[in-house]
């Protein structure tokens, strides 16, 4: 395939993922274009230095999307999480889904998250404890694009970011990290899986690379698998000092600082295979994938507030 043939647009491309995924396409020789709402902020720039075309606006603005999507033959798509009474991921996501088909675009890829789908399943699903809303948007969004009628369609459903590590999401996640302490809600033995940016984007490039291969498929992507006893582990041995998994009660964890939306998280971990993923599925892809030990060492410098604490 001549990638240079073959225009992407990437929507959220100013975010973690979205970045990382412009990075790679631009280097990998795609020709990118981003839908930004400030092309002179600072990460928009350093994309536009890369390679990257800007057009400016978001996904409330309907005549930006179809600015933005002009000459497109693919899209890339992250749309911003719903929480409380914004309902951006909803209805931007269907307007980019309808402007994209209108405008004929030939592939959508787009980023969803693991086990949307499976929700009703969830114990003590309908009562409101779940975040409900978060993971039906994920799904009426996913059945939007199942039904769009695009050539190609690919849903990449990704686990937590390893990235939730860095500052400073870590703070509202794990907020005694700096003391080399893991508190959270989710109980001993459990088992968490993460993926990194990179690894994502590397799934993106090949699915764009080779259609057919990943054509009307529903991908959940993970890097690696560990408790967090054993992420503790890996985080002592990389830091060079102690670390501790703290389990507690979700109202102590609560009390302790940890973000309710965390903490949710980590009762459903509890309670459910919310983020499992199959791994020998992942192998027949052919995608290198990124252990936590690795990517700690790799950003090291990231960490040095934790290291030299």
Not at 24 to 44: D, Y
Not at 58 to 66: A, G, Q, V
Not at 283 to 290: A, D, E, V
Request: charged share 20%.
């Amino acid at each position: 395939m001549d990638k240079t043939k073959k225009s992407i647009l990437v929507i959220s491309a100013t975010g973690t993922q979205g970045r990382a995924v412009t990075r790679l396409l631009l280097k990998e020789g795609f020709p990118v274009r981003i839908l930004v709402r400030n092309p002179n902020s600072a990460v928009a720039q350093e994309l536009i230095k890369a390679g990257a075309q800007a057009s400016q606006g978001d996904l409330s603005d309907p005549k930006s999307i179809e600015a933005a999507l002009h000459g497109i033959n693919a899209v890339y798509s992250i749309l911003p999480v719903a929480f409380g009474d914004d309902d951006l991921e909803l209805t931007g996501g269907l307007a980019l889904i309808n402007a994209a088909r209108k405008a004929g675009v030939e592939q959508f890829v787009h980023a969803s998250v693991a086990s949307a789908g499976t929700h009703e399943s969830f114990p003590r699903w309908g009562t409101g404890c779940w975040n409900e809303k978060y993971w039906i948007v994920k799904w009426q969004i996913e059945e939007a694009i199942h039904k769009a009628g695009f050539p190609y369609w690919t849903i990449l459903k990704p686990v937590p970011f390893m990235e939730n590590l860095l500052a400073p999401v870590r703070n509202i996640i794990f907020p005694q990290f700096k003391e080399g302490k893991l508190v959270t809600a989710q109980k001993s033995g459990r088992k968490w899986n993460w993926v990194t940016v990179e690894d994502t984007a590397k799934f993106v490039y090949a699915v764009l690379t080779d259609p057919e291969k990943f054509n009307k498929q529903n991908i959940e992507i993970a890097s690696d698998s560990l408790t967090h006893e054993e992420a503790s582990q890996v985080m002592t041995k990389v830091f060079g000092r102690k670390f501790e998994f703290i389990s507690m009660s979700p109202e102590k964890a609560i009390e302790n600082g940890v973000h309710p939306f965390a903490v949710k998280s980590a009762e459903l971990c509890n309670e459910t295979n919310v983020h499992h993923v199959d791994f020998e599925i992942l192998k027949q892809y052919g995608i290198p994938l990124t252990s936590l030990e690795k990517w700690l060492t790799e950003h090291l410098d990231q960490f040095q507030d934790v290291v030299n604490a």
